[in-house]
């Protein structure tokens, strides 16, 4: 599977973005879709990820009531919509797929199996 982000950009605080994710393959129904954000000098963190057919979707503290994640899989596709933007939000955005989503894992970057190249936001005050 290859993914492939895009959609980020720069945007003051307040503003929105919606992050745009394609998959290659046939069975990206089957996996759960992720996404991760680094900002410069820490960790990839996780942000959303939604399960199999949309099931469940968990969020990082942080993002609640801003953040949505959804996905199209006619279209092999996971998005993120960004709104109330703050510059700590400031990163390089990364999709992810894995396979079973578990609640106790769903936040832990190992056990993803398929990674794209990111897409920057930056969000200025």
């Known amino acids: 599977v290859q993914l492939q982000a895009s959609g980020g950009g720069s945007v003051q605080a307040g503003g929105s973005l919606r992050l745009s994710c394609a998959a290659s393959?046939?069975?990206?129904?089957?996996?759960?879709a992720a996404w991760f954000r680094q900002a410069p000098g820490k960790e990839r963190e996780f942000v959303a990820v939604i399960s199999w057919y949309g099931r469940s979707v968990y969020y990082a503290d942080s993002v609640k009531g801003r953040f949505t994640i959804s996905r199209d899989d006619d279209k092999n596709a996971v998005y993120l919509q960004m709104a109330n933007l703050k510059p700590e939000d400031t990163a390089v955005y990364y999709c992810?797929?894995?396979?079973?989503?578990?609640?106790?894992?769903?936040?832990?970057?190992?056990?993803?199996?398929?990674w794209g190249q990111g897409t920057l936001v930056t969000v200025s005050s």
């Open positions: 393959g046939r069975t990206f129904s089957s996996y759960a």
């Open positions: 992810a797929l894995r396979g079973n989503l578990n609640r106790d894992t769903y936040s832990d970057r190992n056990q993803y199996n398929y």
